[in-house]
């Protein structure tokens, strides 16, 4: 006997709806539950809707920093922002736990040695506003500096963030943190299948959530192509502000013996000096000292030592004071 048509409606509704089951299952199973655990949880983070997570406020000594620090409401590791003095300049770093500099005091950030370098060859008041927080890629760091470092008035901009932005994520940052959503939006990102096809079209790849690189490339927390769109708005920004955009390479422990790094950093790497030369700005190479180097300059494979955040912010000043002087020229 043939099925009425409202059986036949309702019966093709449930073989539908199951299909979608099926096929939001599967989504679910290459999609983890919980994507990207490197959110610190040691008590100096807190939840942050456009950011994925931010610093506390407060003093403390987070990340193995050897003595008190300060972070100031805007969430950077430095004391309450003061006004800018007539003849200062002020240096802005972004990045993640390198550029914040775990390990390390305050005065030892190589930003900070950067500034008392210049400071004494320009002879004029020259400071570090370090706006790196561990984690951070380009996506958060980029973000951070358009909604929420708008009133900090700086000179340059030191651009350096790559280690988070190569890491494998589960779905890319700009997913997992969306911007700016509607309600509608916000309602399809708590759909998997919805999440899989976004994050796919945005270079994602179908991995396991660690933090660590993937050899062959893809399903990085910030895809290549997004990265070179993050390294230029940043560029963008900072002239907008009449400040000007440099990229710094961050030098890892394989430099030391002249190990090619894992991929896919390189790219990441190569990408960055990509940036700089269509932007026109300054790249420092501050892997480069590193080269053939003291294995006492890093702690690990990406976070340099005191000795060596000197090396790198001596080799980054010096690359900025050859850029004054051939202006100058």
Known sequence: MALSIPKR?????V?????????????????????????????YMQADELLGWSAKPGEGRPFGVPGSTTINRLGTRNPAL??????????????????FGVLVSDQAVFSNVAARYLSRKLRRNV??????????????????????LAEVDYDFLIVATIWSDSQVGGIPDAMKYPER?????????????????????NGWQPTVVEWRLREQGGGQRV???????NLTRLAQLARSR???????????????????LEAPRPAYRAMMAQVAAAQDALLVDGARPFLDGDASLMADDVHPTGHGHRLLGETLGAAMLSRFEAERD
Not at 84 to 97: I, N, V
Not at 223 to 229: D, G, I, K, R, V
Request: proline letters at 6%; zero cysteines.
């Open 9 to 13: 409606l309702l019966l093709g509704l």
């Open 15 to 43: 073989v539908s709806g199951a299909v979608l089951l099926l096929i939001e299952g599967g989504a679910r199973l290459l999609l983890p539950h919980q994507v990207m655990q490197q959110t610190p949880q040691d008590g």
């Open 82 to 99: 003061s006004e800018k003095a007539d003849d200062e300049l002020r240096l802005l770093t972004l990045g993640d736990s390198t550029v």
């Open 127 to 148: 400071t570090a506003f370090n706006g790196g927080i561990p984690g951070y890629s380009s996506e958060q760091a980029r973000r951070m500096l358009e909604h929420r």
């Open 181 to 201: 959503v509607t309600s509608r939006q916000r309602l399809l990102h708590n759909v998997s299948t919805y999440r899989l096809l976004y994050g796919m079209l």
């Open 223 to 229: 895809p290549l192509s997004a990265y070179e769109t």
């Open 242 to 260: 009449g400040a000007e955009p440099i990229y710094l390479v961050l030098p890892s422990d394989r430099d030391l013996t002249g190990q090619p």
